[in-house]
DNA sequence: GTCCGTCTCCCCCTCATGGGGGAGCCGTGC
DNA sequence: GCACGGCTCCCCCATGAGGGGGAGACGGAC
């Protein structure tokens, strides 16, 4: 529990594209607890920019040209006192990045995909000191771990939350709108055995049914249309 | 001169990058007489895309995925009646795809570092039928590919395909992840109701079960991740 | 060796889903 | 006036889907 109950949250945004920072600041400036107070588009601009402002949360690009999430990560939480809660923003998401950024003592990533509500969401939960960690499935098992820094331990949940490689088969095959009976006949093997694997995936994803769970497939970007 | 005076010039957005999608959806969408209708991640999933909102300007990136700008021009031109025009959307300005478009009927391309006001001139500028090209160079070359064939009867058959409101409102909750009941619910009526509408988007998408009919909204853009 | 996770398959059970009909109401257009 | 389409709601009905238990085989980790 944190003082966002009596104040906003604060928020520096930090990528090198205008056209995110501005899309950021629109869908957080939107809620009432929520405020950006500064915005920097390059990893390098951090450090001075955390201490003259002291935001709860530093949305972070990973991908950025001179200093990137992963180093920006690392330099604020090395050299600040009483450091923010860094978000990492990033596009993929099996970014290489992300794990690293959270080694570096990231507390959470968010995808660019993500829908303002989870957006909003995301920051609202990192503020609080909830490890975030973008797909529902993984957002379950947040719970586990808890605090900062979210590193190792993060990846374990990751780990456990990662699909199967069967898993991942059947969650393609469900993406491309096969039943139950479809899958088996595709992957040669038993319809109960598809229901299985079905309820494993659910159950991952905190999806209540495979409609739910071919959302999450798009929304993590597990797939993506076209 | 079009009935772009008191109608809004609607546009379709095909962008792998979602990002670039928010981009120029928060440029074009700041104008009171540009309205954009759809986004589609890839240009694989046009062609469904333009039958069914049949937007005045498609704004195409040239680089995707699966199918690219050009192919994506040609089969849009090719299959469509009455087609939208078409604006290519590429970063470098001596890209040879760029004439490739052209020559596949594009309309006319847009440099991504374009400022917001020459993003929204070009947009208008299309949609009055002017062929916009940036070098002065290819503004004569694309002079000698003129216009389509305007065919108008189609139409009529090609709107009863289209989802009604109400349809509309149900596919959007289905992507949402909503069971009947919950829609029901959302919506203020009976659960008998969403049955029906549900029935009837199945019917129109082609749609086995509502998890095909999600997947055909993300592929056809009529919702987008992010 | 044992433990554990994955993949395979089986049982029973409930119920949401979707198809097949139909009906009334209301607005627009002819 | 009438027809038509959209929205609303109702019936019955078959079945696919998903939960809750298993279990055996295999392989790697300890």
């Known amino acids: 529990m944190t003082y966002a109950d009596w104040m906003p949250v604060t928020v520096l ?53 001179l200093l990137d999430g992963i180093e920006a990560t690392r330099a604020v939480l090395r050299t600040v006192q009483d450091p923010p809660k860094i978000l990492v923003v990033t596009t993929f998401e099996n970014d290489e990045y992300v794990y690293e950024a959270l080694r570096a003592g990231a507390d959470g990533f968010l995808l660019k995909r993500a829908r303002p509500a989870e957006i909003v969401n995301a920051v609202r939960l990192v503020a609080d000191g909830e490890s975030l960690l973008f797909p529902a499935a993984v957002r379950q098992l947040a719970g586990e771990y808890g605090r900062r820094p979210g590193n190792e331990e993060a990846r374990a949940a990751l780990d456990r939350a990662a699909l199967t490689e069967r898993e991942a088969d059947v969650l393609r095959l469900m993406t491309r709108g096969l039943s139950n009976a479809e899958i088996a006949t595709e992957l040669i093997v038993g319809a109960e055995t598809v229901k299985s694997h079905v309820s494993s995936v659910l159950a991952k994803l905190g999806a209540r049914d495979r409609t739910q769970a071919v959302i999450a497939a798009y929304e993590s970007g597990f797939v993506a249309p076209g």
């Open 13 to 65: 945004l930090v990528d090198d594209e205008p056209l995110v920072r501005a899309g950021l600041r629109a869908v957080l400036e939107a809620q009432p607890d929520i405020e950006v107070v500064g915005e920097a588009a390059d990893g390098a601009a951090v450090i001075p920019l955390v201490r003259q402002l002291r935001p709860d949360v530093v949305a972070m690009d990973v991908r950025m040209p």
